[in-house]
């Protein structure tokens, strides 16, 4: 019972040794900055080097906007950094992971998107809440537990989707079957057992990804931006 | 001689050989233990009666328990990630919260640490461990160790921040050119910059920044 | 066994007719397949005294059915998972920790802290403890969930295991159970508070404790 407490040697990081653009360990991430990135506000733990860091749209980095937002959408929710170093990402200790873009698409729920290099273009999706990556590049989401990737056809929970690519937009599915037939009937008249929670899914069919977090729990909601009033735009939601 | 072992991340197992063998833990930090355990509520937390007066005026909520008794007890805090770190006569600051468990033979004190804890909001002190023997430190999620060293400088978000050692010099920054556009919170962040030569140790969190936005 | 970890957070699960499986409600994040989810009532079997004690025990955790063809995904608060087998053992259980087992388990109530019966369910009403656990047993598996994971701690003859009750998660094996109180352990917590008992589990068994002292 007696000895010494066996103490692994820490791995301890610098300037030099910290990843490129790589994970640190399942819940942080290291960008190595030389030029922009762009990141939602409140992510970054710790840098080296010279970095700066801007509001998007103010000043000089009006036409960043344009260039890599493409709608007037929650800007800011964003900041860019700028210079040289070696940037530390984390999100509330959510499992981060960074994903490779080759003239593809991807589309993420607005809350787990942590970071992306201005090589990507973003966009509001058709799906209220939902923000559309297009290009080539890397992109750095955040989920709660792993993220555990699907090939259609598959239902998910609305709360436990993180998001999809290149697969065609979901539809949503009700299931109700429970509600048939004579207990049913009795169910839907008195309410007595209550409902399961899960009557409604999203479904996708076709061909491509989907991505699906380990727990219904939401990551906290980031207004993706509003979308113009008028007939045929499906709304906020 | 009590001996450390981390059962996974998350659970610390400190063996208890009886006698004089004793740890300090944070209160009700016991999750487990088998053969015989004594608890003792430590008032004021530091060491002596300076220790006790800082805390007072500090507003320092530390509170600690003496664990004393003969088996294996085990302690952990709300899912926290937890490291240990072996001082050999080195000086661990580090955040009273986040300091789980320390070896008898270590003293605990306070010590003004200026701005970055009026960021946080939990006051304008720091916990520091010195002597010879184990500490375990928690964070939420595992802590990266980070090092300083000439000319290569260090800046932290203020919630990150778990603890360091070494001879470093802490400032303060703010403002580093940060400006929302739509005017909405303060429009200024802040940072800590570390220099000189040593270790910080930050987690994967921001959860506690209440100053920074960035 | 229906039951394979994807991740320390994510369980899947297979159905195929003429089985079926309980789980928490709410707690299917995916499926493919033709599945079907049912709210139950009485969560199986158990019959009406199971039901009555888990109304006592406020244990009501409301279960859904799950029956059909096809793969499902259960995970649940971002806790982690733990599948664990049951081969002719009972596996005591908070309900509101079970994610998911199967249909094929048998299922019932035992109060926690004197052996069971009247007088510690009423015991456990006057102290407000709500130490009731569900049981599961037979041969079958079950998703027990925990909040940063567990570790599993032997209990032998002679060498008993106490656990803070809010840390505590689940035990099997010829196990009894106590409420008691380490020296010290009362001024420390404060006597009014739930907190100033432990869990003293003796026998021969295994008990699974949480890494946080939040219960879920």
């Known amino acids: 019972m007696s000895g010494e407490s066996p103490v692994h040697e820490p791995v301890v990081f610098d300037a030099r040794t910290l990843p490129v653009n790589d994970n640190v360990n399942p819940y942080a991430f290291s960008v190595d900055l030389d030029g922009r990135w762009f990141l939602q506000k409140g992510k970054m733990i710790a840098y080296y080097g010279q970095i700066d860091f801007h509001g998007i749209g103010h000043g000089p980095l009006d036409h960043l906007i344009a260039a890599s937002f493409h709608s007037p959408l929650h800007a800011a929710d964003w900041v860019v950094a700028e210079g040289k170093g070696r940037l530390l990402l984390a999100d509330r200790a959510f499992d981060v992971n960074s994903f490779d873009l080759d003239d593809g698409n991807l589309t993420v729920r607005s809350g787990n998107l942590l970071a992306f290099e201005p090589s990507l273009s973003l966009k509001q999706s058709i799906v209220p809440g939902f923000l559309t990556l297009i290009g080539t590049g890397k992109f750095i989401a955040a989920s709660n537990g792993e993220v555990h990737f699907m090939e259609p056809p598959v239902r998910v929970d609305p709360q436990a989707l993180v998001g999809w690519a290149d697969c065609p937009s979901p539809c949503h599915h009700y299931d109700h079957a429970y509600l048939q037939g004579v207990l049913g009937g009795i169910r839907a008249m008195t309410g007595l057992g209550g409902a399961s929670g899960e009557e409604h899914q999203f479904d996708f069919v076709g061909q491509g990804t989907v991505l699906i977090q380990s727990t219904e729990m939401l990551l906290a909601e980031r207004n993706a931006g509003a979308v113009p009033d008028q007939a045929g735009v499906p709304g906020p939601g | ?214 | 066994m229906p039951f394979r970890e994807l991740s320390a957070k994510l369980v899947e699960a297979r159905v195929a007719p003429g089985e079926r499986l309980f789980s928490q409600r709410g707690a299917m994040v995916g499926y493919r397949g033709e599945v079907r989810f049912t709210p139950s009532i009485q969560g199986g079997q158990g019959g009406w005294m199971s039901m009555i004690g888990r109304r006592v025990a406020n244990e009501a955790t409301p279960l859904m059915t799950v029956e059909g063809q096809g793969t499902v995904l259960f995970g649940h608060g971002g806790h982690h998972v733990e599948v664990v087998e049951l081969d002719g053992q009972t596996l005591c259980v908070e309900a509101d920790r079970l994610l998911a087992f199967d249909g094929s388990l048998q299922q019932g109530t035992l109060f926690l802290g004197r052996d069971g019966g009247v007088r510690g369910m009423v015991r456990g009403q006057i102290s407000g403890q709500g130490l009731f656990t569900t049981t599961l047993s037979g041969h079958g598996s079950a998703a027990v969930m925990a909040h940063g994971g567990i570790i599993q701690l032997p209990i032998a003859p002679g060498r008993p295991v106490h656990v803070d009750p809010q840390a505590y998660v689940a035990h099997f094996g010829d196990v009894r159970n106590k409420l008691t109180t380490a020296l010290g352990w009362r001024e420390l917590v404060g006597r009014g508070s739930g907190e100033a008992f432990q869990l003293e589990l003796s026998g021969e068994g295994m008990v699974f404790v949480q890494a946080s002292e939040e219960k879920l």
């Open chain 2, 1 to 214: 001689m009590a001996r450390f072992r981390l059962e996974g991340s998350k659970v610390l197992a400190v063996t208890l050989a009886g006698g004089g063998d004793v740890v300090k833990a944070k209160n009700g930090a016991m999750v487990a233990y088998d053969g015989e355990m004594t608890f003792k509520k430590l008032t004021g937390g530091g060491d002596g009666l300076r220790g006790m007066v800082t805390r007072r005026l500090t507003g320092e909520q530390m509170e600690v328990m003496q664990v004393k008794g003969q088996g294996t007890c085990f302690f952990a805090d709300r899912a926290s990630d937890i490291s240990l770190v072996r001082l050999n006569g080195e000086k661990l600051h580090v955040e009273a919260s986040n300091l789980l468990c320390t070896e008898g033979g270590l003293r605990t004190g306070t010590t003004f640490t200026g701005l970055r804890g009026a960021s946080q909001g939990n006051g304008l002190f720091t916990t520091t461990v010195e002597g010879t023997g184990l500490a375990a430190v928690l964070s939420d999620g595992p802590a990266v160790l980070l090092r300083v060293s000439s000319g290569m400088p260090l800046q932290v978000d203020p919630g990150a921040y778990v603890a360091h050692q070494g001879d470093l010099r802490q400032s303060f920054q703010s403002g580093v050119n940060f400006r929302t556009v739509l005017g909405e919170g303060s429009g200024e962040s802040f940072q800590v910059r570390f220099e000189g030569e040593g270790v910080v140790y930050v987690q994967p969190s921001e959860r506690n920044t209440l100053g920074g936005d960035l």
